[in-house]
């Protein structure tokens, strides 16, 4: 009797003195996510000035663009705000124009050929200053100068280098021997002429990028690579390279979308010309819109989005790289 009720109030004991349930899980998270919360208020707060930034800066512009091609905007309309709406009209203006096969080709060229000259020289450099000898930190400020310059003043200057009777691009090549060369006034030479421009402008950013990229790569790789009789040339394929891969890629990436809307270099230069031999689409939206004495927003608006849906594109296409590589 006696054991039965010690065994009893031992039970009782022990349920009593246990800890108390916890509530279930799915109350705690409503507790947490309670829309009064004052967690919820401190996270709407901080995030208040992004989302207004956004709003103004990136939605309103996108959908002003994309308003201003659906419907047939001339300076009057423009002033008045009585647009007729055309739908796609503007749109298949555009892809019937002469000048589309000639824009969108010279587009891909200025692009490629720039970024992908631009990168070559830009890792070049950056392998050359990384040994980091005595003058590297002074050089390798000197070659930021092309990037600091206003873009106008860096236009105008390459502008006068390449003039074809007293540049001094031709007194050189004269110098040596050579004819004279129409850089600007040629048709076969001013897509050319505006693409080393544009070069000399964007190494100094991938030379900034890669030589941070190459910093971020431990030396105690290339030291183990060494001791396993690696040349110099088979470190750089198969240590600095592939290591080097998500920087390159997010500075191709850049690249590629800077060089896509480069119109000031162009236009200063050769405004698209002679004829459209230096016509790109970023340019010829800038022509259609402010480069004539009759402005025609709804083709040049038109154009803007196709910039952006190649840009969204090759976007798209490195979010998808980059996470396959995450995933290797």
Do not use: C
Request: positive net charge; without cysteine.
């Amino acid at each position: 009797m006696t054991t039965t009720s010690v065994h009893r109030t031992g039970r009782a004991s022990d349920g009593a003195a246990g800890p108390r349930p916890a509530a279930p899980a799915p109350e705690r998270r409503a507790r947490k996510r309670a829309p009064g919360s004052a967690s919820t208020w401190t996270a709407i707060g901080f995030a208040a000035p992004l989302l207004a930034y956004l709003a103004v800066f990136y939605a309103y512009p996108l959908w002003r663009n994309i308003e201003l091609s659906l419907h047939d905007y001339t300076v009057r309309s423009f002033v008045l705000g009585d647009p007729a709406f055309v739908g796609f009209e503007k749109y298949a203006e555009v892809f019937t124009a002469n000048a589309f096969p000639t824009a969108l080709v010279n587009t891909a060229l200025f692009t490629l050929v720039s970024i992908a000259f631009q990168y070559a020289i830009g890792l070049g450099l950056a392998r050359f200053f990384h040994a980091n000898f005595r003058l590297s930190a002074v050089l390798r400020a000197l070659f930021l100068v092309p990037w600091l310059l206003p873009l106008i003043v860096s236009s105008s200057t390459w502008a006068w280098m390449l003039n074809s009777d007293h540049g001094i691009v031709n007194s050189v090549v004269q110098a040596f021997g050579g004819e004279q060369i129409n850089w600007l006034t040629s048709p076969d030479t001013a897509l050319t002429a505006v693409i080393i421009a544009n070069i000399w402008l964007g190494i100094p950013f991938n030379l900034v990028i890669l030589h941070a990229g190459l910093q971020q790569i431990p030396g105690e790789v290339y030291e183990a690579a060494a001791l396993d009789g690696a040349s110099p040339r088979q470190q750089f394929w198969r240590i600095t390279f592939p290591l080097l891969r998500p920087v390159s890629a997010i500075t191709l990436l850049l690249g590629f979308i800077y060089t896509l809307k480069v119109v000031d270099v162009i236009w200063i230069m050769t405004t698209g010309g002679p004829g459209n031999a230096s016509l790109t689409l970023a340019v010829w939206s800038y022509r259609e819109a402010f480069g004539t004495g009759q402005p025609d927003f709804s083709p040049a608006a038109a154009i803007g989005n196709l910039l952006i849906v190649i840009a969204l594109v090759f976007g798209f296409i490195h979010v998808r790289m980059q996470r396959s590589w995450e995933k290797s």
